[in-house]
T-cell receptor, first 116, second 114 residues
């Protein structure tokens, strides 16, 4: 069964260091999402890609966060420098296979980031 | 912009009892509605979705939800819960058309008591 792959599953980093997360969506999915989920809260959209283009990054803290999806397939989310408040689960999701009308987002297992 | 309100942060219920998790949404245009479940340290798994048609939607694990346009609600129900249903449940909405940003509620923790 096709699934969204994320790595690493867990990451511990020191404050002010750089950290990166990787996501490989389900093959053929045009839309890719990065969400941040702080403990006890719902997922908050950070950035949404349609193919290789960013269509929504209104909640992305652009002074320290960056995201790219260069070939419209896999994606990387980077934080530099990391702050204590960035500790959270980072979830990647994909949707919209081109050949169907499925609209739900399929989620990866997430990356649990702890900043110390 | 769309938004989701989950009215209960925690719902304790005894095993084999029925449960309802409440969700209300706000949007100026037509929407798609979803319920997801999340187990500890896992991603989100789709339980069910409403796209169009019948307002009663059946999902996995015996859950169902009813879309009520006049009350802008999409409450999740199960007639008899099991210990394994203990998890966090998220209601989500996306608007029809456009790039379909998916917006989530804050979640409801369902605690099934033996």
């Amino acid at each position: 069964e096709a699934e969204v792959a994320q790595s690493p599953r867990y990451k511990i980093t020191e404050k002010s260091q750089a950290v990166a997360f990787w996501c490989d969506p389900i093959s053929g999915h045009a839309t890719l999402y990065w969400y941040r989920q702080i403990l006890g809260q719902g997922p908050e959209l950070l950035v949404q890609f349609q193919d290789e283009s960013v269509v929504d990054d209104s909640q992305l803290p652009k002074d320290r966060f960056s995201a790219e999806r260069l070939k419209g397939v896999d994606s990387t989310l980077k934080i530099q420098p990391a702050e204590l408040g960035d500790s959270a689960m980072y979830l990647c999701a994909s949707s919209f296979p081109r050949e169907t009308k499925n609209t739900e987002a399929f989620f990866g297992q997430g990356t649990r980031l702890t900043v110390v | 912009a769309q938004s989701v309100t989950q009215l209960d942060s925690q719902v304790p219920v005894f095993e084999e009892a029925p449960v309802e998790l409440r969700c209300n949404y706000s949007s100026s245009v037509s929407v798609y509605l979803f319920w997801y479940v999340q187990y500890p340290n896992q991603g989100l798994q789709l339980l069910l979705k409403y796209l169009s048609g019948s307002t009663l939607v059946k999902g996995i694990n015996g859950f169902e939800a009813e879309f009520n346009k006049s009350q802008t609600s999409f409450h999740l129900r199960k007639p008899s819960v099991h210990i394994s249903d203990t998890a966090e449940y998220f209601c989500a909405v996306s608007v029809r058309g456009g790039y379909q940003k998916v917006t989530f509620g804050i979640g409801t923790k369902l605690q099934v008591i033996p």
